[in-house]
């Protein structure tokens, strides 16, 4: 079963609050989300191996430790996804980006892939899949279901909140996947919607309706 990491570093727990809040104005919410992402970057990057190299200082020679060239790769889910990726390569700037649009079919209420967009080394790399709400977990797993018929198999999902109904579907559907969240939440109501959440993480970032 994927693992399930709560980051819940006073900085992340304190800039979450001010996203909850309704008072927030637009420039505000993009803001904190993207310092969020920032910081939530750090945790989900923790175990990235290392190697040794030399370094000669203005003194010595000294024994340090680099990235192992582990090459990775960001996949917001459109359009509230997008709100989190810069956030992430203020830490990750050799990161390539690519992206999965999806939106709900009314009748079915399924997710349905509209466009796609990859690296061409996608396989090859270490992907993060990004969207700042796991409410029922359709999307979630719709994308990683993208990537996955695309013989990807290193994946991570990051998110600002999640309903645990959301955790435990994407857990069921993608066992090998691990979660990273800010915050699991109370439930999802009847209309889908994070309970306490932050409302439609979408329409504070950009302003819409």
Do not use: W
């Not at 990235?67 to 917001?76: C, D, E, T, W």
């Amino acid at each position: 079963m994927g693992r399930v990491f709560v980051c819940d570093h006073p900085l992340i727990q304190h800039k979450l609050t001010f996203i909850r809040d309704e008072a927030t104005r637009t420039k505000d919410f993009r803001e904190l989300v993207d310092e969020v992402a920032t910081l939530m970057a750090y945790e989900i990057t923790r175990e990235i191996p290392l190697e040794n190299i030399s370094v000669k200082t203005p003194v010595a020679t000294a024994e340090c430790k680099i990235i192992s060239g582990r090459m990775l790769g960001l996949i917001p889910i459109l359009r509230a996804g997008l709100g989190m990726v810069d956030g992430v390569l203020k830490l990750l700037p050799a990161a390539k980006v690519g992206h999965v649009g999806l939106y709900r079919d009314p009748e079915t209420l399924q997710p349905v892939e509209y466009y796609t967009k990859l690296p061409t080394d996608v396989t090859e790399r270490e992907l993060i899949v990004i969207d700042p709400m796991l409410a029922t977990g359709g999307s979630a797993n719709a994308a990683i279901d993208v990537l996955k018929r695309r013989n990807c198999t290193q994946i991570k999902l990051m998110c600002l909140i999640a309903a645990p109904e959301g955790v435990k579907a994407v857990q069921e559907a993608h066992p090998d996947v691990d979660i990273y969240v800010a915050a699991i939440d109370d439930y999802l109501d009847e209309h889908g919607y994070i309970i306490p959440g932050l409302g439609d993480a979408g329409d504070r970032l950009f302003g819409t309706k």
